[in-house]
């Protein structure tokens, strides 16, 4: 299945950093806030970007939503190790104490639904929402802005990227090597489109930031604010 293929062995392969690139502009978001936060992984897959952030933030608590069951189950077993628990001085040896535990959940929650359903039915509230490429799976923008603008608490932060239409060479690549036999067709959105959503949705562009998420694919990385 997927998201067994699609690994971090796969995506250093191809030189995939849609999730570094979201990751790294979270992080330097939170440099002088509050660590203790709730975060949305929208399309969380396999959980690249949920490793990465726990990692990097470990006191966040993250949410994965993903419509496949079968990265739902994936994600149930991803863990990671809090800083706590790493003791990196081997002369000292420490007991009559609670041993700290070695490894938690990546995810803290992980719900197996539709992102518009559940919004409807939970009327969930995020600080910030992280969505890797989850928008150029996503036929109404207008309805994708709308639903994060519902999610997210005043002043909540939407970080996405949006892939540029390739050419027919690379598509070919992609179709045929990388991606065969899981690859799905992409829906390219034009910037002023996003633009038009994201205004519509009663929300403004932080930034925009182009970048190359993989070998020969550009993308534009979106930081946007309630």
Request: hydrophobic letters at 30%.
């Amino acid at each position: 299945i997927f998201s067994s293929y699609f690994t971090k062995f796969y995506t250093e392969n191809i030189n995939y950093l849609g999730d570094i690139k979201i990751c790294d502009a979270f992080c330097k978001e939170l440099k002088d806030k509050s660590k203790h936060l709730n975060i949305l992984d929208l399309g969380c897959g396999n959980g690249l970007m949920g490793e990465r952030v726990k990692e990097s933030v470990p006191d966040i608590s993250i949410t994965g939503i993903d419509f496949a069951k079968e990265m739902i189950n994936y994600c149930q077993d991803l863990e990671y190790t809090p800083p706590s628990a790493i003791n990196n001085d081997t002369k000292e040896i420490i007991q009559n104490q609670n041993i700290p535990q070695t490894s938690r959940k990546t995810y803290d929650i992980l719900i197996n639904d539709d992102f518009f359903h559940y919004v409807e039915l939970k009327a969930p509230k995020y600080q910030y929402i992280l969505s890797r490429g989850l928008i150029n799976y996503t036929t109404s923008l207008n309805k994708f802005f709308t639903n994060c603008a519902k999610s997210l608490d005043e002043d909540g932060k939407l970080f996405f990227y949006s892939k540029e239409k390739i050419s027919p060479e690379i598509e070919e690549e992609v179709t045929q090597d990388r991606y065969f036999p899981y690859y799905l067709t992409p829906i390219y959105h034009s910037p002023t489109a996003i633009l038009d959503g994201i205004k519509k949705a009663n929300m403004t562009i932080i930034s925009s930031t182009p970048f190359e998420v993989e070998q020969g694919i550009n993308a534009t990385l979106y930081v946007v604010k309630k």
